[in-house]
T-cell receptor
């Protein structure tokens, strides 16, 4: 089976609210994780990454949390905007930065 | 500032045919990776090349092959196309094999 997976395939969120997207991984040896955003008709766009020696990393309106104990990764988006509507993937480094992607969570922002 | 460019953007092929997809990495990037994204799923790793050498291969049949040229551009070749090869093929480039990967828009391949 896949080594990286998402808990929920879809997420509907009110504009202005915070969004939380979850991801579980199975390889405890994984040392690097990335969140990507993919809009319709486009390739994945890098959002934020985190290494296994960190628990939390913040970017502009986004925060990634890593819980190595339960092998769980989450992406938090603050003040969700219509432009945040997309499919979000977590990806895991499986060696030399070859990436293993989960199935993705579709985020829909309600006006 | 040019990103990763892929060509063609779309194409339709018949079962049994051969296809070549092309990728130009970001200027200065020496590593190129190929991914297959079937509709509704996440990308699946196919190949990684760095400095013109294959650095990794995913779980794909030998019908899939690739190469990287001296200018670091890359081609993905698929022989004896099957209906199941219909997908979005993504190319990602990075400065080295251990750096952040930037994706192109992809090539949408439809096999009929």
């Amino acid at each position: 089976g896949e080594s990286v997976g998402l808990h929920l395939p879809t997420l509907s969120v009110q504009e202005g609210d915070n969004s939380i997207i979850n991801c579980a991984y199975s390889n405890s040896a994984s040392d690097y994780f990335i969140w990507y955003k993919q809009e319709s008709g486009k390739g994945p766009q890098f959002i934020i990454d985190i290494r296994s020696n960190m628990d939390k990393r913040q970017g502009q309106r986004v925060t990634v949390l890593l819980n190595k104990t339960v092998k769980h990764l989450s992406l938090q988006i603050a003040a969700t905007q219509p432009g945040d509507s997309a499919v979000y993937f977590c990806a895991e480094n499986i060696g030399d930065y070859k990436l293993s992607f989960g199935a993705g969570t579709t985020v829909t922002v309600r006006a | 500032d040019a990103g990763v460019t892929q060509s063609p953007t779309h194409l339709i092929k018949t079962r049994g045919q051969h296809v070549t997809l092309r990728c130009s990495p970001i200027s200065g990037h020496k590593s190129v990776s190929w991914y297959q994204q079937v509709l509704g799923q996440g990308p699946q790793f196919i190949f990684q090349y760095y400095e013109k050498e294959e650095r990794g291969r995913g779980n794909f049949p030998d019908r899939f092959s690739a190469r990287q040229f001296p200018n670091y551009s890359s081609e993905l070749n698929v022989n004896a196309l099957l209906l199941g090869d219909s997908a979005l093929y993504l190319c990602a480039s990075s400065f080295s094999s251990g750096a952040e990967a930037f994706f192109g828009q992809g090539t949408r391949l439809t096999v009929v």
